[in-house]
């Protein structure tokens, strides 16, 4: 134990080190400046320019590292900036340690400016834990529990509050620690759910975000190829967590009771690989609920499993979970292997640009290793037909539906994965949300291509109002927004495609430039049933 007294801000920049920090991610107020001056060289500041840009863009890149990203934010005010990316950050499991400037203790009775009543309540209850600790020298050690309960699964953000007074105080570094937070299912449960599979004669297994959050795509491809069982896509999912191009790979699930029941009804049985039984975004009458078909969910996530409508459940990390399935699964190479997922035909060319027709052509330009930070609600159907993805660490969007997550988020990505091409497929919608980060690349030069599928409005809303049978709501048409010149505002050149003649030339552009460009994709308005998306 090193016993040197240090002040609060030496001990607190220890801590980060400990834990593998190299890079804070910030929006500086005057609360927060003894914590920033005389900056350290070995600590990247990633400044951003509003708050919820700050917390998509840790997000970005805690998922990609797999690290617990560290966040700075101004005060109560900045703090409530960050919310709504918050809350993604929450429902995505990141493990993130928010801290957040305090006035001075000194002030607190007297209600200062900038000041936060019950500052550590103010998050929940969409962070893990939350403290503003009684006592100056408590700051660090409160830091460190925060970054090791972030990591435990299920993983998500925690935060800190820090009168700004604090950090002159004088402090020890706390003892390093080490959590092990992987954890073993029970093995009879591992057994039983091995004979369901092996006795099943149509097994269908659907793959959720935590598999590939967890580094499992092989693992879970080596589970499904071993059962020969179709694998879908889980309802909403955040990530990639199969090759989408498999000859196994049987499609997307809807976000709907009878959708999701009409395309599992073949099935005599069902797993659930880390994800919720099941994500539904309407109502609606669920056969599958009730036909008595076995449903088995594995997930590292008690709320989850206590939530489930209905079957069984074994709580595991999924490396643990699938190591030990693979160990009790016999070969099946006598079953029948599900029929390969149809095809789409060629979207043809066409002005306006079709949506599937811009998205066919960023398929097939785009480089092997590239990764998709997507968040074009409206689009999701059409991506999922002409944009394939190939499974680990190849997408990556929101989980909670809110916007504003994705265009910082692929810049957190790109610092994540430098040499990779990001492309940060967006909404003219979504991109309002967040339009700020792409300052932050610009400034940092990094390889990101914000694709702009723009249709002049929120596309997603046109087609619920349709759904809901909501005619003519106010608020859907989005006229006289200029992307380029936004773009080039914040020090990132872009082009506008009208012309499908021009689609390829400038996406081409995009994707071989050496730092940002903004593509800005005018499409026409047609948008898909987003709970009965199209076969194939």
Known sequence: MNSKVLTV???????????????????????????????????????????????????????????????????????????????????????????AGQQARSLLRLRPYLFAEDAEQFPKPYVKWSAEPARAEDVPAAIAQAFLTAMQHPRGPTFVSVPSDDWARPASIPPVRHVATEFAPDPAAIVRLGSAIAAAKRPAFIVGPEVDRNGCVEAMVAVAERTRAAVWASPMSSRASFPELH????????????????????????????????TFHVEGQCELLDDGTPVWQITDDPTEAASAAVGDTIIATLPKALDGLLSVLPDRTDRVLPSPRVKPAAPAAANPIPPSYALSRLSGLLPQDAIVVEEAPSHRPAIQQFLPMRGADSFYTMASGGLGYSLPASVGVALARPGKRIVCLIGDGSAMYCIQAIWTAAQRGLPIAFVVMNNSGYGAMRAFSRIMQAHRPPGIDLPGLDFVALAKGLGCPGNRVTDVAQLDRVLGEALAAKGPMLVDIAVDETTTDLFNPPKG
């Open 247 to 278: 000859t196994q790979f049987s499609g997307f699930l809807p976000a709907a009771p009878g959708g999701l029941a009409r395309a599992l009804r073949e099935a005599d049985l069902i797993v659930v690989f880390g994800a919720p039984v099941f």
């Open 9 to 99: 801000r030496e001990a607190t920049l220890g801590v980060l080190r400990s834990f593998g920090v190299d890079r804070v991610f910030g929006n500086p107020g005057s609360t927060e400046l003894a914590f920033l001056g005389d900056w350290p060289e070995d600590i990247d500041y990633v400044l951003g320019l509003q708050e919820g840009c700050v917390v998509g863009m840790a997000d970005g890149y805690a998922q990609a590292t797999g690290r617990p990203a560290f966040v700075n934010l101004h005060s109560a005010a900045g703090l409530g900036h960050a919310l709504g990316n918050l809350f993604t950050a929450f429902r995505n499991k990141t493990p993130m340690v928010v801290t």
